[in-house]
């Protein structure tokens, strides 16, 4: 017979579920918006806060009104940092050139985040030890001014690229290139770094 779980965790895991569908789920982050705004509105109109309870159950009606009042306002942060997130991982303009040198091959990255500025951001995408096939590999990126030499590389490819954020550690890239499509599963290893393991897709 498997092990009942406690409360917690079950608490855990729900809260945990939650805040990755208020992340990566734009139609479930809509859903609880509107949830959370309606129930505040419901609160703040029916309880008057500047009568103290006396009996105890008026205290405990106004400690859950309370608590729930605070568990709204705690996911609507949430919420809005999510909607911030957005702006930073949203991209237009996407277009690439792949470059190979041996066995080495990158993708120089260029884009917009319109969102939050109008500037040419560049990024390198670098597979030091060739493309994924069948087994993961891991790979580099170079942004935020991190400079990548080119030197002794060759043009290859190029065309445009999406990028879809899939969960805190992992996003897909797809690379539509005018000689062929490369898309890959990259899953963060180390942030400072910016390290990923790779996977075809």
């Known amino acids: 017979m498997p092990k009942k779980k406690s409360l917690r965790t079950v608490a855990l895991a729900s809260g945990r579920k939650m805040n990755r569908d208020i992340y990566f789920n ?24 500047s009568v103290k309870p006396v009996l105890k159950e008026e205290y ?23 909607e911030k997130y957005d702006k930073k991982v949203y991209l237009t303009d ?44 891991k790979t580099f990126i170079y942004k935020d001014g991190r400079k990548f030499s080119l030197k002794g590389y060759k043009e290859i490819d190029s065309g445009i690229f999406k990028q879809k954020v899939l969960d805190y550690k992992d996003i897909s890239l797809k690379y539509k290139g005018k000689k062929d499509h490369y898309n890959f599963k990259l899953t963060l290893i180390n942030d400072e770094k910016q390290s990923y393991w790779v996977t075809s897709l």
Not at 66 to 79: C, R
């Open 94 to 137: 996407s277009k690439f050139i792949l470059y190979r040198k041996e066995m080495s091959v990158v993708f120089k990255a260029t884009f917009l985040k319109p969102l939050l500025d109008n500037k040419v951001k560049t990024s390198f995408l670098c597979f030091p030890q060739g493309f994924p096939r069948k087994t993961k590999k």
């Open 26 to 49: 734009k139609k479930r982050r809509r859903v609880f918006k509107k949830s959370f705004l309606e129930t505040q509105k419901e609160i703040l109109e029916n309880e008057d806060f």
């Open 60 to 82: 405990d009606k106004r400690m859950l009104t309370t608590s729930m009042l605070a568990f709204t306002v705690s996911w609507l942060e949430t919420i809005e940092k999510a």
